[in-house]
């Protein structure tokens, strides 16, 4: 058995998920991701949102961050970049990251500043009741779209490729062994990684869209997934409806905060032709 | 008188330099005129000394970065103008709710909405104390010289880690442009205050702790202590919490703090009030034409003096509310439409005359003078 209390704020529990809620497989997954590459709990910090998803630093004993609706990233940068040893990791949303948060999310996403994301996609905003979110898909009901969305939904991880992303993959909550095995490579990644989950919420995703029960949602994610590997030999047509799960993207680029301190060096070592004076006229 | 700390510079700079004097090692920014050149500046400064800059999305993220870098320890800042101002205001709660200390620097323009982007304005100065929801602590400064900005810049980041508080530094597009000689002070005789930092081991350590000073000490995220920081109305642990008991001792601790410590915050000037039957109150910018004003209406044997805000907030209403036992004219010349006007009659009681500009020219001595002498009359 994994020694989970290891890592949890035991008192804070029992937690405010829903019966058949994915955020617990998500925590749980990375809480193994973060013993495999010994990170001690000293040099970890764990930032969020508002939602369902923001709500499990307050179970985890990390230096946690509860932020506002969208900010995680933001308040993730100014603590990355004031100590740059802590390992820090967002969890998120898919309306909290990619509606309220989308300008932060691909800015962090070009900036590559070193940093993990995860996001609890469940199509849904849970928290408030099952709003329509960015990635509820088209034509699937939500209580601000009672006769079904009318908008195409974002491609979260498609999102955060095309911004600049060093590493993106996708996986669900059927999938809770990849799982821990992608954020186990995240958290190795440097620059900015990203890890989109598909989550289950029976209470305000599945129900109005009479999707069964969170077993039928994990069902669902086991009959339709399809690893990249596959995917990329299948012909488009064939891919409509099905969930790419796996890395879809792993590169070399250059990490902010690396770039930055290779820039004081720069800077410091030709301070004096580097710098205009203070009270330059043309200033 | 070292002759090297003799310069000239803007207000903007000289909030920079100052900046860096008091500590600041991080900076988060978004381009707005008239407040550009603190971040350029910014940005030029602090590799030179290992700080970091980073120029970030808009000023939502500038804001919500700053509080993330104090929470590790590093004295942080900020500056926009009044649209920036605006967008800022969600994460000012923020660090007001969960007391982490940072400094917001509004070069103001005039607004509302774009407003005039070139041109001054003090009309942001009722935004700056109720800018977020709810009721919240918050200290705004307001200096008048490019000197005073320079000074004001080190004592607000004082008083934010002092008192666990946001600070707004309220400067204007005439100060913040404003090319002026400045006597840099010696390093040290500058007073540089840091937070209170706890002294209790890990396990012991409870971050929003109920104590005397009602200020509680704070740990850096990274440095051994794990605790949780939240937006939510919370218990002394930092966890969420709904019990009315403990949200209510939270919501009027907070605020006590400035209550409580009010006298040591509040600061103004008072010039030639020892026989004055008019006062001309106000701040900034105004303020140096209100002390021209003043001059030119004593050699015409008007008795008027001049009190200066340096806070803004906290509002000095218990001394405005003595002088009103024995001075019955109160002029108030700001480049808004009364905004401290209706702070003057508030805490004096009586109706004062309102000296305002809207039009993104700076009040003249001349316009000042002219309501003082039919006050006079």
């Known amino acids: 058995m994994f020694p989970y209390e290891k890592y949890l704020r035991q008192e804070k529990f029992p937690h405010i998920w829903c019966t058949g809620c994915g955020c617990g497989i998500i925590v749980k997954a990375m809480l193994r991701a973060i013993e495999r590459i010994k990170i001690p709990k000293d040099d970890t910090a764990i930032v969020s949102g508002i939602g369902c998803s923001s709500r499990t630093p307050g179970y985890l004993d990390f230096n946690t961050l509860h932020t506002h609706h969208g900010r995680a990233i933001t308040f993730a940068t100014g603590l990355k970049l004031a100590k740059p040893r802590l390992k820090v990791i967002v969890v998120s949303g898919d309306g909290d990251a990619t509606a309220i948060g989308g300008n932060h999310f691909i800015h962090a996403a070009r900036r590559n500043l070193d940093m993990t994301v995860l996001i609890y996609n469940n199509y849904t905003y849970g928290m408030t009741g099952g709003q329509v979110s960015p990635t509820t898909p088209f034509g699937k009901r939500a209580s601000t779209a009672p006769y079904g969305s009318a908008e195409p939904a974002f491609d ?38 990203l890890i989109e989950i598909l989550s289950p919420c029976p209470t305000y995703y599945s129900r109005p869209n009479r999707l069964g029960t969170a077993v039928d949602m994990l069902k669902f994610y086991k009959e339709n997934s399809i690893p990249v590997e596959t995917a990329r030999k299948l012909p488009e047509p064939e891919k409509t409806g099905k969930i790419t799960i796996g890395v879809l993207h792993d590169v070399e680029r250059p990490e902010f905060y690396e770039e930055y301190q290779k820039l004081v060096e720069r800077v410091r070592k030709n301070i004096e032709k580097e710098v205009r004076p203070a009270s330059s006229p043309n200033y | 008188m070292k002759p090297n ?14 900046a860096i004097v008091a500590g600041m090692r991080f900076f988060a920014g978004y381009p707005i005129t008239p407040s550009s050149e603190i971040a350029e500046s910014a940005a030029r400064r602090l590799p030179q000394i290992g700080g ?8 939502i993220a500038s804001m919500g970065a700053i509080i993330g870098a104090s929470l590790a320890g590093v004295k ?19 660090a007001s709710m969960a007391e982490v200390p940072c400094v917001i620097v509004n070069v103001q323009r005039g607004g509302p909405s774009t407003g005039l982007p070139t041109l001054p304005a003090q009309a942001d100065i009722q935004q700056a104390r109720w800018g977020t929801h709810g009721d919240h602590p918050i200290i705004a400064v307001c200096p008048s010289t490019v000197r005073e900005t320079y000074d004001w810049t080190i004592k607000a980041f004082n008083l934010s880690e002092k008192y666990r508080v946001p600070v707004i530094l309220l400067l204007d597009e005439v100060l913040g442009h404003l090319n002026e000689k400045i006597v840099i002070p010696d390093q040290a005789d500058i007073d540089i205050v840091d937070r209170v930092r706890t002294t209790e081991p890990p396990d012991e350590y409870i971050p929003y702790r109920f104590t005397e000073s009602d200020i509680p000490p704070m740990a850096d995220y990274g440095s051994g202590y794990r605790f949780n920081v939240t937006g939510l109305s919370h218990d002394e642990t930092g966890f969420p919490t709904n019990d009315p008991v403990k949200i209510d001792a939270l919501y009027r601790r907070i605020n006590r703090k400035i209550d409580r410590y009010r006298n040591d915050i509040v600061c103004f000037k008072e010039d ?34 001049l009190f200066q805000l340096y806070v803004m907030w906290p509002f000095p209403d218990v001394e405005l509310g003595r ?23 508030c805490a004096t009681r009586l109706t004062p005359t309102k000296v305002n500009r ?12 002219e309501k003082i002498k039919n006050v006079s009359v």
């Open chain 2, 52 to 59: 970091v800059f980073v120029q970030l999305e808009d000023e």
């Open chain 2, 272 to 305: 030639l009030l020892g026989d004055a039957e008019i006062c001309v109150v106000s701040f900034g910018t105004s303020a140096r034409s209100a002390r021209r004003a003043m001059r030119e209406a004593r050699a015409l044997g008007i008795k008027v003096g």
């Open chain 1, 156 to 193: 979260i991880s498609g999102l955060a490729i095309a911004a600049g992303a060093s590493f993106v993959a996708r996986s669900t909550c059927y999938h809770a062994t990849q799982l821990d095995k992608l954020i186990e490579r995240a958290l190795g990644k440097k620059g900015f990684s």
């Open chain 2, 76 to 94: 942080s800042m900020t500056a926009t103008s009044g649209p920036g101002f605006s967008l800022m205001q969600e994460n000012i709660g923020y």
């Open chain 2, 323 to 345: 002088l009103a036992q024995r001075i019955k004219h109160f002029v108030v010349p700001e480049m808004n439409l009364g905004q401290m006007a209706h702070e003057v009659a």
């Open chain 2, 358 to 369: 809207v039009d993104g020219s700076p009040l003249t001595p001349g316009e000042i003078l």
């Open chain 2, 5 to 18: 700390n003799v310069k000239v510079m803007t207000g903007n700079e000289a909030c920079t330099e100052a």
